[in-house]
């Protein structure tokens, strides 16, 4: 749902109709819920903070995506990526980091920042999504293989000695999904309470390297939509011919209450937005002025908290004119081809999209300060200080024979990016976090891994051992949201809008399947709070369009709140 879309007077009246009813029931009930169907509410309290060193502490994981040679080349270059979610249901969150030539690995969480590696899959994965394919109440593992394919391993549960063999050793595919995908996403985006699959192929540029005939022939290629059916199976919809999607993002650009597609593509192929119509179809539009040349990344935050998504797309550009970086990049930037004049405007640039009063978007990436972030691959907006207003990482760093032969080990070696936001007027490089890491990250993912509330960093780098970055700033409050739908073939009510009224300002989160790059989301909500912040309202918009509202006493700062129904 679009933050504009509503009247104001329809805006007001839930969270003004939840007080009324609240402070009339009687003393001795939990919580207050105003909600057409019944919900439940639980509340506990997160744990204690780890350590507070004031900044964040890097821990290296057993996992190295490795390459096939020793001198890396395109497509090898690009990484692997990861997911995070609750694996084994016991509210902690697990993780998978995926790998281009080694093993894939679980990591299962221990707690207290201590998570035991299991072997997933000994071959080539890309892109990875935590989600329940099946509805069975347990996250499933869904990833895209060197061949193109989409595989998943079952999870059929268990726990305590069972947990090594809950999920499936060898992994299926799904039934009619024969398109190539190299990203993919998650979503019920046709509201019938069930999951459907979407996937972008990286093509376009074999046209240069082996000839685009190898994929159109088969029709294997491009943007698919897959609706999955009563039975389980998926029905296939081509969207486009060819792609070269690093990030695919769902999000609703026209205020009409449907997920539109949103493909990012490498290199000069123009990315690509596609709206949903109520028939079940899909429309091309155009409605960015200025789209990145290169789109590494996307995500969609509520960045100044006005109730309406702000899009992010990262791209490549030194971050940095000082003499030695740029003599780094001089080779890569002579041989980029200028936009295409044709169609909208490219800039080799970061851009952040923000909403016009005439329903427009507009690139507001220079006054926020973030148009140029480096060789950048995974980008997630997430309140890493707990200060009310969302943050944004970037990762970085380039390894490729035919851009970098200038350089040691064919390597850009570039630092990763943390940019604080100041108040909902722009973004300030944050270097006191302990974020700049020069291992060459590619996913990354943001969570909270040892359940004290704040947000880690999980990184998956090439060629360098995975990292965890634990948050130990230990500053503001939090409230961490999780919702569920049991009995639906839509288990963590992915694409669920949650608002959360204070008294210091509304902030809002969409539960997503994947953002940033290759990388799989946690279905729970983080919400970073000022000290001095009471909550007021929850509200919850199902994937249904259904609302809930729910106050009261319980819902105090520093908690887990889980919503079911």
Not at 335 to 361: E, K, S, Y
Not at 451 to 470: H, K, Q
Request: net charge negative; proline share 5%.
């Amino acid at each position: 749902m679009d933050g504009n879309s509503g009247s104001p007077a329809r805006r007001l009246w839930r969270p003004c109709l939840a007080f009324c009813l609240c402070v009339i029931l009687p003393l001795f009930l939990a919580a207050c819920v105003v909600s057409p169907v019944a919900v439940r509410v639980d509340v506990q309290p997160l744990s204690a903070h780890s350590p507070c060193s004031g900044s964040f502490v890097e821990h290296e994981l057993p996992h190295v995506t490795g390459t096939a040679f020793e001198r890396v080349t395109y497509f090898a270059s690009n990484g692997a990526g990861l997911a995070i979610g609750d694996l084994d249901n016991d509210g902690d969150e697990d993780f998978v980091l995926a790998n281009l030539l080694g093993p894939n690995h679980i990591f299962w969480n221990q707690g207290g920042m201590e998570f035991r590696p299991q072997i997933l899959f000994d071959g080539s994965l890309r892109a990875v999504a935590l989600v329940d394919v099946d509805g069975d109440n347990w996250l499933d593992i869904t990833a895209t293989s060197r061949s193109g394919s989409v595989l998943v391993w079952r999870n059929t549960g268990g726990t305590g000695a069972e947990l090594p063999f809950q999920i499936d050793r060898r992994p299926e595919r799904l039934p009619g999904v024969e398109g190539y995908a190299y990203s993919l996403q998650w979503a019920d985006l046709d509201q019938d309470g069930d999951l459907d699959l979407v996937t972008g192929s990286y093509d376009a540029s074999m046209e240069k390297q082996i000839g685009r005939r190898a994929l159109d022939a088969s029709n294997l290629g491009g943007v698919f939509v897959y609706m999955q059916a009563d039975d389980g199976r998926f029905e296939a919809q081509r969207l486009a011919s060819q792609a070269q999607a690093l990030a695919l993002h769902l999000l609703d650009a026209d205020g009409d209450d449907l997920l539109d597609i949103l493909v990012g593509n490498d290199f000069d192929t123009q990315d690509l937005l596609l709206l949903a119509t109520a028939d079940g179809r899909w429309r091309s539009a155009a409605p960015f002025a200025r789209t990145t040349f290169s789109t590494m990344s996307f995500d969609a935050d509520d960045i100044d908290n006005d109730g309406s998504l702000e899009l992010f797309a990262a791209d490549m550009h030194p971050y940095s004119e000082e003499s030695g970086i740029m003599r780094q990049w001089e080779p890569v930037l002579q041989t980029m081809p200028p936009p295409d004049p044709a169609h909208a405007p490219q800039a080799m640039a970061n851009v952040l999209q923000i909403r016009t009063g005439d329903g427009g978007w507009v690139d507001r990436a220079p006054e926020w300060g973030i148009s140029y972030s480096g060789w950048s691959w995974s980008a997630q907006f997430g309140d890493l200080d707990q200060d009310g207003f969302l943050d944004l990482y970037i990762v970085n760093g380039m390894t490729a024979q035919e851009l970098f032969s200038h350089l040691s080990n064919d390597e850009l070696v570039e630092e990763n990016q943390a940019y604080r936001n100041e108040a909902g007027r722009r973004f300030v490089p944050e270097p006191t976090w302990n974020l700049n890491s020069t291992a060459g990250g590619r996913g990354m993912g943001l969570a909270d891994l040892d359940g004290d509330g704040d947000l880690d960093v999980l990184i998956n780098n090439l060629r360098s051992p995975a990292r965890i970055f634990e948050n130990q700033l230990c500053s503001g409050q939090s409230l961490v949201v999780h919702l569920s739908q049991a009995g639906t073939g839509n288990t963590r009510a992915l694409g669920a809008e949650v608002r959360l009224q204070t008294s210091t300002g509304v902030y809002r989160r969409q539960v997503q399947a994947a953002s940033g790059y290759l990388s799989g989301r946690s279905p729970t909500l983080h919400f970073g709070l000022p000290e001095d912040s009471e909550i007021l309202v929850l509200e919850v918009r199902w994937p249904d369009g259904t609302v809930s509202l729910i106050s009261g006493q319980p819902l105090q700062p520093n908690s887990r709140v889980a919503v079911s129904r």
